[in-house]
């Protein structure tokens, strides 16, 4: 079953011949997509209607759409095949609700909670619409969302303080053990006092000094142990090194603190994985056990779990103490919008030496919704990038030569390149499409509310906006499965969501957007760069590499791949080498 998670892919020979788009720019702040309009036909069946202008206007689908609605008073959706028990539930619980119910089988639950989400969602939207009542229990439900112009009305009307409609609900419940009061999670003014004061650390001198100082340095670490294995003839865990690379990247970014996760395993490394693991199976707990607080040191995952946040909160905890001294002991610390400290250019020096009234558990919980939301995110955008390249060597060719390129004989690229590497920035596009991190976004509806084409969301009601479906969905992106960086044309701008009206969310959007995504883009760039400039890359024939899901898209038994030296990369060595 997990390896037909992977089955769906386009295979990389059909890939290559895989039409090209052709559609132009005709906006130059749009991003070429298909213009198709997602029409419901038939509750089991949608089909595609071409739309004549660059923008769709999806409000004349939804019309269409209610019309052609075949509820039944119950709330579900017509069903030809005996409905499952728990579509039952759903059409007792469904009461006056006009939103279609998925005619979800035990089976597909068992699947969802075994972390094949998306492919279970993906087919309900196939037959069911792209809006969707999953029952989930006998009072509890979520509402899919699989189509853009939905997707936007709600992450637009999140935490939005002029249209304060829906909240992060479970998201919030299942990751408070880890991020506290962290504004990754936390809501309402708390929430956006703490985003004000924390964007601003990411500006951009910064994110020039992290491509020079941090980025391509890390990646060139990576590049050393890549090295040691090439020569040894040894196939290696990519999975594994992007994640190891990335919780190097953010601990150094956020804190100056080296995890030295490439080389070394400490309990410190661990206990962010551990306390990573316990967020994403409390999202899937059939039984939920973590909420009776009572019960926690009783069971030996969450004793596990507590103990990890303890020792990552302790660690956090002296590294802002460290840092309160340095800003202290400074004689003038020149604090303005650009402040760098030239020693200490991290996320934790600017907030300290900005002075916000903050206490230190908030600060503490702030640094540390930043580590978990860029750590596992970035690793795995890497992680699918690399084996959707090596699966396309047409598509690697054309990386390597504009890396080659535009970085020529310097060892890792320059903010100046990074923007230059137009071709490399749409395959990490392109690849986030394809595998978003992650793949669902939730919500809570804080009062009653109605979706664009008129179905109503009762207060409480939770809301999962798949973007696994959406960027996935033939009705919104031509030949959806097939990998082509060329469908966001090379002299346009590289996508994001406002520039496809929402087609494109790997980010999110909206209030709660992601504040790292220039961050992400640039890691992950500058890394790709760097390996793919040094190394050939060839998956290990045969493997099973499944996928499966969680707060992102992964691996079920890694990504194994053998590297070899390319003949341009042949000098300058990598660092460490040259010191053996
Ligand atoms: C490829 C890498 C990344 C992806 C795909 C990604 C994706 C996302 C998404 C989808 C959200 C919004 C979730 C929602 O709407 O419920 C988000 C939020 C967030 N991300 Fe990222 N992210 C990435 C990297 C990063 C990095 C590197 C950082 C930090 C430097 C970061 C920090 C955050 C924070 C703090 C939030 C919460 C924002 C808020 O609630 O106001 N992310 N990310």
């Given at each position: 079953m997990l390896q037909a998670g992977l089955?769906?892919?386009?295979p990389a020979s059909q890939q290559l011949h895989s039409p090209q788009h052709t559609c132009g720019l005709r906006h130059p702040e749009r991003v070429p997509v298909r213009h198709t309009t997602l029409t419901r036909q038939h509750p089991r069946k949608s089909r595609l209607r071409a739309a004549?202008?660059?923008?769709?206007?999806?409000s004349a689908s939804y019309e269409e759409g209610k019309r052609r609605k075949l509820i039944d008073s119950g709330g579900a959706g017509k069903s030809l095949t005996s409905p499952g028990w728990l579509t039952e539930l759903g059409r007792l619980w469904g009461g006056k609700s006009d939103v279609p119910v998925a005619d979800a089988k035990p089976d597909d639950i068992k699947d969802l909670l075994g972390g094949a989400l998306f492919r279970a969602l993906y087919k309900w939207m196939e037959e069911t619409g792209p809006v969707y009542l999953l029952p989930t229990g006998p009072a509890s439900s979520f509402l899919v969302i699989s189509d853009p112009e939905a997707a936007k009305h709600v992450l637009r009307a999140s935490?939005?303080?002029?249209?304060?409609?829906?909240?992060?609900g479970l998201v919030a419940e299942v990751s408070k053990f880890l991020?506290?009061?962290?504004?990754?999670v936390a809501g309402g003014e708390q929430w956006r006092s703490r985003r004000k004061a924390v964007?601003?650390?990411?500006h951009r001198a910064y994110l020039q000094t992290m491509i020079d100082r941090v980025f391509g340095p890390s990646a060139l670490h990576l590049a050393d142990k890549l090295q040691v294995a090439s020569e040894a003839g040894e196939a290696l865990d990519l999975e594994a090194c992007f994640s190891q690379l990335t919780l190097d990247v953010i601990g150094k970014a956020l804190f100056?603190?080296?995890?030295?996760a490439l080389n070394t395993s400490s309990p410190l490394i661990q206990a962010v994985y551990t306390a990573l693991k316990e967020t994403e199976s409390r999202a899937t707990?059939?039984?939920?056990?973590?909420?009776v607080p009572f019960l926690a040191p009783l069971i030996p995952r969450q004793r596990k779990a507590l103990d990890s946040v303890a020792l990552i909160r302790r660690t956090t905890e002296e590294l802002i103490a460290k840092c309160k001294e340095m800003v202290d002991a400074?004689?003038?610390?020149?604090?303005?919008?650009?402040?760098?400290?030239?020693?200490d250019p991290s996320i934790l020096r600017f907030l300290i030496a900005s002075r916000?009234?903050?206490?230190s558990v908030q600060l503490r919980d702030d640094l540390l919704s930043m580590l978990v939301a860029g750590h596992e995110t970035t690793g795995s955008a890497l992680t699918w990038t690399l084996y959707l390249l090596a699966s396309n060597p047409d598509k690697m060719a054309k990386a390597v030569e504009e890396v080659e390129r535009v970085?020529?004989?310097?060892q890792q690229p320059s903010m100046q390149d990074y923007t230059q590497l137009r071709y490399l920035t749409r395959c990490v596009c392109e690849s986030m499409r394809l595998y978003?991190?992650?793949?669902v976004l939730l919500r809570r509806a804080s009062i009653p509310d109605t979706l664009p084409g008129g179905y109503g969301v009762p207060v409480g009601q939770d809301v999962m906006i798949s973007v696994y479906n959406i960027h996935h969905s033939p009705a919104v992106w031509d030949n959806p499965e097939a990998f082509e960086p060329e469908r966001f044309g090379l002299?346009?701008?590289?996508?994001t969501e406002q520039n496809t009206n929402f087609r494109y969310i790997p980010f999110s959007?909206?209030?709660?957007?992601?504040?790292?995504d220039q961050f992400a883009m640039m890691e992950a760039v500058v890394s790709l760069a760097v390996v793919v400039k040094k190394f050939d890359f060839s998956l290990v024939p045969d493997q099973d590499i499944g996928m499966t899901t969680g707060a992102t898209i992964h691996t079920t038994n890694g990504l194994y791949m053998k590297m070899q030296q390319r003949q341009s990369a042949a000098?300058?060595?990598?660092a460490a080498i040259l010191a053996r």
């Amino acid at each position: 079953m997990l390896q037909a998670g992977l089955m769906h892919q386009t295979p990389a020979s059909q890939q290559l011949h895989s039409p090209q788009h052709t559609c132009g720019l005709r906006h130059p702040e749009r991003v070429p997509v298909r213009h198709t309009t997602l029409t419901r036909q038939h509750p089991r069946k949608s089909r595609l209607r071409a739309a004549s202008e660059d923008e769709v206007d999806f409000s004349a689908s939804y019309e269409e759409g209610k019309r052609r609605k075949l509820i039944d008073s119950g709330g579900a959706g017509k069903s030809l095949t005996s409905p499952g028990w728990l579509t039952e539930l759903g059409r007792l619980w469904g009461g006056k609700s006009d939103v279609p119910v998925a005619d979800a089988k035990p089976d597909d639950i068992k699947d969802l909670l075994g972390g094949a989400l998306f492919r279970a969602l993906y087919k309900w939207m196939e037959e069911t619409g792209p809006v969707y009542l999953l029952p989930t229990g006998p009072a509890s439900s979520f509402l899919v969302i699989s189509d853009p112009e939905a997707a936007k009305h709600v992450l637009r009307a999140s935490d939005n303080p002029n249209n304060p409609i829906y909240n992060k609900g479970l998201v919030a419940e299942v990751s408070k053990f880890l991020f506290g009061e962290g504004f990754a999670v936390a809501g309402g003014e708390q929430w956006r006092s703490r985003r004000k004061a924390v964007n601003p650390s990411l500006h951009r001198a910064y994110l020039q000094t992290m491509i020079d100082r941090v980025f391509g340095p890390s990646a060139l670490h990576l590049a050393d142990k890549l090295q040691v294995a090439s020569e040894a003839g040894e196939a290696l865990d990519l999975e594994a090194c992007f994640s190891q690379l990335t919780l190097d990247v953010i601990g150094k970014a956020l804190f100056n603190y080296d995890f030295d996760a490439l080389n070394t395993s400490s309990p410190l490394i661990q206990a962010v994985y551990t306390a990573l693991k316990e967020t994403e199976s409390r999202a899937t707990d059939v039984v939920p056990l973590w909420k009776v607080p009572f019960l926690a040191p009783l069971i030996p995952r969450q004793r596990k779990a507590l103990d990890s946040v303890a020792l990552i909160r302790r660690t956090t905890e002296e590294l802002i103490a460290k840092c309160k001294e340095m800003v202290d002991a400074e004689e003038q610390a020149r604090f303005g919008d650009e402040y760098i400290n030239e020693a200490d250019p991290s996320i934790l020096r600017f907030l300290i030496a900005s002075r916000e009234e903050v206490s230190s558990v908030q600060l503490r919980d702030d640094l540390l919704s930043m580590l978990v939301a860029g750590h596992e995110t970035t690793g795995s955008a890497l992680t699918w990038t690399l084996y959707l390249l090596a699966s396309n060597p047409d598509k690697m060719a054309k990386a390597v030569e504009e890396v080659e390129r535009v970085v020529g004989g310097k060892q890792q690229p320059s903010m100046q390149d990074y923007t230059q590497l137009r071709y490399l920035t749409r395959c990490v596009c392109e690849s986030m499409r394809l595998y978003p991190h992650p793949p669902v976004l939730l919500r809570r509806a804080s009062i009653p509310d109605t979706l664009p084409g008129g179905y109503g969301v009762p207060v409480g009601q939770d809301v999962m906006i798949s973007v696994y479906n959406i960027h996935h969905s033939p009705a919104v992106w031509d030949n959806p499965e097939a990998f082509e960086p060329e469908r966001f044309g090379l002299e346009g701008p590289t996508p994001t969501e406002q520039n496809t009206n929402f087609r494109y969310i790997p980010f999110s959007g909206g209030p709660r957007k992601c504040v790292g995504d220039q961050f992400a883009m640039m890691e992950a760039v500058v890394s790709l760069a760097v390996v793919v400039k040094k190394f050939d890359f060839s998956l290990v024939p045969d493997q099973d590499i499944g996928m499966t899901t969680g707060a992102t898209i992964h691996t079920t038994n890694g990504l194994y791949m053998k590297m070899q030296q390319r003949q341009s990369a042949a000098s300058p060595q990598p660092a460490a080498i040259l010191a053996r």
